[in-house]
């Protein structure tokens, strides 16, 4: 993920639009999200997120409700379970004269419903009198659309803007509007169930008379229109049954998890309605967006990391990413967009400052681990599926991903990835760590030159392998040898080059002049889930990760606390970011070291429970766990933010060693646990083809793992391997392995 406000060759977010200490409401649909305070309005402060934006436009920059030109008194707020409606509940604050036509606070019960769908925010009013007397009352309704790109909103200062065109107000229809320098004409429309007694471009009043025990109801739809695309306009009504019903078949489609744990379940819950709001549907399928506010838009990395997340439970969404991805990938150089052919992308956005240059982020490239990254999610998801449709379709596209890997992302052809920004305006550092201060030598000196991470090789290397084995079900045995050669070549340097014996880990990079970067960061945690160290190094490098330097608690630090540059606030210098926590932990599974798999998903979920919606944010801050006090919140983290969200998922998967292989209609569990606090999983409708399966894990009074299917329909064997899954040798396991077969 990167950080944006521009400085010192980067980009990042202003301080002063922190998200911690405002207390806001999310909303997301397709392209739109919407920031709202708890009373359900808008209200910038500075440089902040609040407003409802549009493809990287802020479309309705100011909204509030006026009851006689008077706010009304927050009762409560919330989201529902399925993450889709805010409900607010209000009532009056005192108005009129005390001598005459005078209403007390607390007389009037003020429920809005809001929600997105399909390019529209729609709302409903509610408004009942509780008095036992008549009430009259102006309800005021007042709006701005700034058009302000999202950019802008969060600090970067243009020269120039496009104009605001005239607006236009009568009946029930405010129209706002403004034409940018890229010369897309942009539209704001709201149009109201009933007619205002007074309109305006910027304010609708409407003057309520309330019986004793009246309900009146008012709703109206704010409508968002750019270049010739028009909203097919539809009522409050209509719409929430179009938005009820899409979730209804959503969720039915879904596997889903349970626990005998509710605050666990709660979790779950959370990560399932997130899910369903940052997965976005696209002209190539579904696409997990980053996270909002920021990101609210694809980015190659993230996606491709949510999907390997949910790819046990959900392919579809791995499906879409790599046909997403694979439609973008770069055919041609361009020193702009840090693009070459075979990369796949780094980010794609929408909005006037992107479609104009200002920023180069319209489509860029300018990331190391998204190529590699894209050709092991489609090993991942071709051993989980067997689709070889799909995997014929896009073989041309993991060819020129390796054609990009060993030209353009070797340039020195020393065997390793490694990254120099092209772009003036483009990212310093093109890993998942991508601020300007992330990748340093032992004395705190920023790294020089070409950088070589050590996650990437490790990706590089798995890439390969997966190609390999995508490469033999093509019937191409020449070009498999050749990927597996290719891998075993770059394991050896890289353990030759990368491991530190005195640090007892691998470094965190090489830099331009092959000079490693000796320090401890969680990067190196990375090189499990490739399975490029050996059993030796992660014997090592699994008990550095879990000390006090490095484990906060709650989480994996980015930075070790003895380094020079640790800074437990920083963004990638000894943060703790979830999905990298959860990243490292399916690694650990893998060579056997469950009891800190357990550890991890322990620190996560406890941090869940002191988090809003028990929903865990982008990034924490990586001071040490306190007795009976929750972590620190980072000021700007994206909430909800999707490789977040997948982060109980993976972590999951990493306890079970659940292993799909749709070819031979099989789900292995290598040697599985639960820790302590969870007794049983039930997973329901967990697809392998056409086939559907329910399953019972239970933790037995001596500590082994069962699995019962307790239902099952299709042709699909579910066994229990007792051992861990060494990686790369699934053929050797099973067939030496004691195994148990669930099949009922």
Known sequence: MSTYIKHNDQYYILSGSSLADDRTMTLKCGDTFAVFDRFGDIHPIGSGAQGIFYDGMRFISCSEMLIENRRALLLSSSLKEENELLTVDMTNPDFGQKDKNFTEKGVIHIHRTKFLWEDACYENIELANFGTKEVAFDLSLLFEADFADIFEVRGLKRMKKGCFLQGKASGNQILVGYKGLDDIIRKTRITFCDDPVRISTCKADFAIRLKSQEVYNLSFSIEFEAGDKKICSKTYSEAYEELTSHLKRTKEEDCELYTSHDLFNNWLGRARSDLYTMVTKTEHGLYPYAGVPWYS???????????????????????????????????????????????????????????????????????????????????????????????????????????????????????????????????????????????????????????????????????????????????????????????????????????????????????????????????????????????????????????????????????????????????????????????????????????????????????????????????????????????????????????????????????????????????????????????????????????VVVLQIRREVHGEVSVQVLHKDGDIKVEVIKEYLCRDRLPEVLEKSLKVDCSI
């Open 297 to 691: 838009c694809p980015f190659g990395r993230d996606g491709i990391i949510t999907a390997m997340q949910t790819l046990w439970m959900d392919p579809e969404i791995s499906k879409g990413v790599l046909k997403f991805c694979a439609h973008f990938q770069a055919t041609s150089e361009s020193d702009f967009q840090d693009a070459e052919p075979g990369k796949i992308f780094h980010e794609k956005r929408g909005g006037e400052m992107a479609n104009l240059g200002e920023i180069p982020f319209k489509i860029y490239y300018g990331t190391i681990d998204a190529t590699p990254l894209f050709v092991v999610l489609a090993g991942m998801y071709f051993e989980r599926t067997h689709d070889i449709e799909l995997i014929k379709e896009l073989w041309p596209n993991i060819e020129a991903a390796l054609v990009w890997m060993d030209k353009y992302g070797d340039p020195d052809g020393d065997g390793f990835l490694e990254y120099r920004k092209k772009s003036e305006k483009g990212l310093a550092n093109q890993g998942w760590k991508d601020s300007s201060d992330s990748i340093m030598y032992e004395d705190g000196r920023l790294a020089e030159g070409a950088i070589a991470l050590c996650e990437v090789q490790g990706y590089a290397y798995d890439a390969r392998l997966k190609a390999a084995e995508i490469a033999d079900a093509l019937g191409n045995h020449d070009k498999a040898e050749s990927l597996r050669q290719q891998a075993s070549d770059l394991k050896k340097k890289f353990l030759d080059k990368f491991w530190d014996e005195e640090l007892g880990t691998f470094v965190i990079a090489i830099d331009g002049e092959k000079k490693p970067c000796r320090v401890q960061a969680s990067n190196a945690g990375h090189t499990l889930f490739s399975g490029i160290a050996e059993k030796e190094h992660a014997k090592k490098m699994v008990p550095n990760l879990m000390s006090e330097n490095m484990f906060s608690g709650w989480g994996i630090r980015t930075l070790g606390g003895s380094e020079v540059r640790y800074n437990p606030m920083s963004y990638h210098n000894g943060s703790v970011w979830p999905h990298d926590t959860a990243i490292i932990a399916y690694g650990m599974a893998q060579y056997g070291y469950d009891q800190e798999v357990h550890k991890l998903l322990k620190g996560m979920f406890e941090m869940s429970g002191y988090m809003e919606h028990q929903r865990l944010p982008e990034l924490l801050c990586g001071f040490k766990k306190r007795r009976k006090e929750g972590p620190t919140a980072y000021p700007v983290a994206c909430s909800p933010q999707s490789w977040a969200i997948g982060t109980v998922y993976m972590l999951l998967q990493a306890c079970l060693g659940i292993k799909i292989v749709a070819k031979e209609n099989a789900i292995y569990f290598f040697k599985p646990s639960l820790p302590d606090f969870l007794d049983e999983l039930t997973i329901t409708n967990l697809r392998v083809k056409d086939a």
